[in-house]
Nanobody, 127 residues
Framework: QVQLVESGGGLVQPGGSLRLACAAS????????MGWFRQAPGKDREFVAA????????SYKESLKGRFTISRDNAKNTLFLQMNSLSPEDTAVYYC????????????????????WGQGTQVTVSS
């Protein structure tokens, strides 16, 4: 079973950028389809982006396309989320998650389809 640890969160001003990382240990990341989710205070956890284990096909929350980019470095066993043009609405705890199951694209958007989760990293966008 893979263990996931997120890093890279912090306080950033509106319009700024952050790059989150999710380091995997205990298993080979390349065998996992990976996703990023976020949860703001008082709100449900929501899908941000995902990248499949095969061919590295990606999927994004529609409203985040063009600002967020998910990528993976299997050699380093690490998942990334590049976030640009951040706004206060992006403030949340960001979680990485993984599954070894084969998922169709629409299934990537549901947290219940992921088996392994990190502890989360706080992202705060504020001036």
């Amino acid at each position: 079973q893979v263990q996931l640890v997120e890093s890279g969160g912090g306080l950033v001003q509106p319009g700024g950028s952050l790059r989150l990382a999710c380091a995997a240990s205990g298993s080979i990341l390349s065998t996992y389809t990976m996703g990023w989710f976020r949860q703001a205070p008082g709100k449900d956890r929501e899908f941000v982006a995902a990248i499949k284990r095969n061919r590295h096909m990606t999927s994004y929350k529609e409203s985040l396309k063009g600002r967020f980019t998910i990528s993976r470095d299997n050699a380093k066993n690490t998942l990334f989320l590049q976030m640009n043009s951040l706004s206060p609405e992006d403030t949340a705890v960001y979680y990485c998650a993984g599954t070894t199951r084969g998922l169709i694209t629409s299934s990537l958007w549901s947290a219940e389809n992921y088996d392994v989760w990190g502890q989360g990293t706080q992202v705060t966008v504020s001036s």
